[in-house]
T-cell receptor, first 110, second 120 residues
Framework: QKEVEQNSGPLSVPEGAIASLNCTYSDRGSQSFFWYRQYSGKSPELIMFIYSNGDKEDGRFTAQLNKASQYVSLLIRDSQPSDSATYLCAVYSSASKIIFGSGTRLSIRP | GAVVSQHPSWVICKSGTSVKIECRSLDFQATTMFWYRQFPKQSLMLMATSNEGSKATYEQGVEKDKFLINHASLTLSTLTVTSAHPEDSSFYIC????????????????FGPGTRLTVL
């Protein structure tokens, strides 16, 4: 079992709709969780981080964390073509390392 | 957010030469920096973790004598690809971890813009 799992996609979402990206992790002692966006040919860019159970909103982005289910998600409202990218979920584990998932490729179709 | 720079952004070199890539944290001190490699359409692969003033810790399968890492200060880490070969052509990305704790919990990792290495 991978430490951080994401569906590789591609996930295709119509423009204006909500894109939902999911991630599960295996280390129950993980403390904090990050979402990065990576455009093709570019390096990852931090979008959001979340530490506490529940929702955290920042503009069109909402991160959701459920530690009991070991599940973290990212919602993107009013999806735009510029949101098309690969989204990486990352987890700060109990071993004091940030572990990255392999990413979900998101495509927003006009 | 914190800013991490990398230099050069791209480099083309002949097989057998060595290439040095610099990674700097511009507005924060990074006791820990990470070096990743990414091949086209593949995920990030952690190569090594470097801590200021100590030897780097390499991931399994990464040759430490080929990929020399020096973390000489709290704001600078360098990766030298020695005797580069075409199979070393890749996108090399550094990342720096902040030492501050937000909301009483862990650190945050910021990425440099990456260096695209092409070995002819």
């Amino acid at each position: 079992q991978k430490e951080v799992e994401q569906n590789s996609g591609p996930l295709s979402v119509p423009e204006g709709a909500i894109a939902s990206l999911n991630c599960t992790y295996s280390d129950r002692g993980s403390q904090s969780f990050f979402w990065y966006r990576q455009y093709s040919g570019k390096s990852p860019e931090l979008i959001m981080f979340i530490y506490s159970n529940g929702d955290k909103e920042d503009g069109r982005f909402t991160a959701q964390l459920n530690k009991a289910s070991q599940y973290v998600s990212l919602l993107i409202r009013d999806s735009q073509p510029s949101d098309s990218a690969t989204y990486l979920c990352a987890v700060y584990s109990s071993a004091s390392k940030i572990i990255f998932g392999s990413g979900t490729r998101l495509s927003i179709r006009p | 957010g914190a800013v991490v720079s990398q230099h050069p952004s791209w480099v083309i070199c002949k097989s057998g030469t060595s290439v040095k890539i610099e990674c700097r944290s511009l507005d924060f001190q990074a006791t820990t920096m990470f070096w990743y490699r990414q091949f086209p359409k593949q995920s990030l692969m952690l190569m090594a973790t470097s801590n200021e003033g100590s030897k780097a810790t390499y991931e399994q399968g990464v040759e430490k004598d080929k990929f020399l890492i020096n973390h000489a200060s709290l704001t600078l880490s360098t990766l030298t690809v020695t005797s580069a070969h075409p199979e070393d052509s890749s996108f090399y990305i550094c990342s720096a971890r902040t030492s501050g704790r937000a909301e009483g919990l862990s650190y945050t990792q910021y990425f440099g813009p990456g260096t695209r290495l092409t070995v002819l």
